[in-house]
């Protein structure tokens, strides 16, 4: 990841440990700009940016090298009572082709969890055979606590190009060395899926990674499917905008109205 991506993330406020029997564990202060407008929930699109980033990051350590994602679902199944969570993650499989893991979000003050983020990543070459290492503390993304302003869809630069249409620039705020990453890719979704149908806030993200961003902006496109004031379902495709509208995201997502949040 470049140094500005992880800045980026810092803004999640996330203290990390290590559990080699359950992988990487730890805590979050939630600032109000990373939860969903009206709500002190947080949003699904930062709740999967940390399970991108506490699967993915054992993934890759248990080869070596960088797993790209290949795909993340992300399910709110109740709402918390804080906004400020606990998460744990492991891996359930480290594989020739692929490597899959799962995190679990309780709320600060629950003993259950109410979110469950999946994420399956390349497997790149043979894996370590001592297994993945500890983060380095140096990692911004694993010493964090940095201010947040401005609402997290702003301080990425998420635009607003149409109703149900977003668009973000391929550089080094979001980019984590090849393409945007992952999870800010699922908060480009939430965010069309805002846009389309008003009150609504997102409870459920299915993404399918395809290609990576090479040109840029991303253009987040949700068609709803179905839409009623108690929840909507939407279609959304992310394309590289810049270079022939080549899709590289699919997303099923849903949505609840703000009110039964």
Known sequence: MTDDVMQF?????????????????????????LCAPG???????????YGDAAVGFP????????????DLSLHVFRTPSSPDFTLESRLV???????????????????????LCVATFFSVGDP???????????DPRFSP???????????????????????LELDDRVSNGTTIQGGIIALLVERACETAVADHVVT?????????????PARAVATPLRSDDRESHFWVEVTDAGDGDRIVVHCLATARHRDRV
């Open 93 to 115: 499989k480290i594989g020739r082709q692929a490597t899959t893991g799962e995190c679990w979000f309780t709320a600060s003050g629950e003993d259950e969890p109410y979110a």
């Open 128 to 138: 370590r055979p001592e297994g993945w290492s500890a983060p380095d503390t140096s």
């Open 145 to 167: 606590h940095a201010r947040l302003d401005r609402p997290i869809e702003d301080e990425a630069g998420i635009v607003v190009r149409a109703p149900g249409t977003v668009e």
């Open 59 to 70: 993934a890759g350590e248990a080869f070596a090298r960088s797993t790209p994602t290949l």
């Open 9 to 33: 993330f810092r803004t999640f406020n996330f203290v990390w440990t290590v559990d080699r029997a359950r992988g990487l564990t730890g805590r979050a202060s939630v600032q109000p700009g």
């Open 204 to 216: 459920g993200l299915d993404l399918r990674y395809l290609s990576i961003v090479r040109v840029g």
């Open 39 to 49: 709500t002190t929930t947080p949003r699904a699109g930062i709740l999967a940016a």
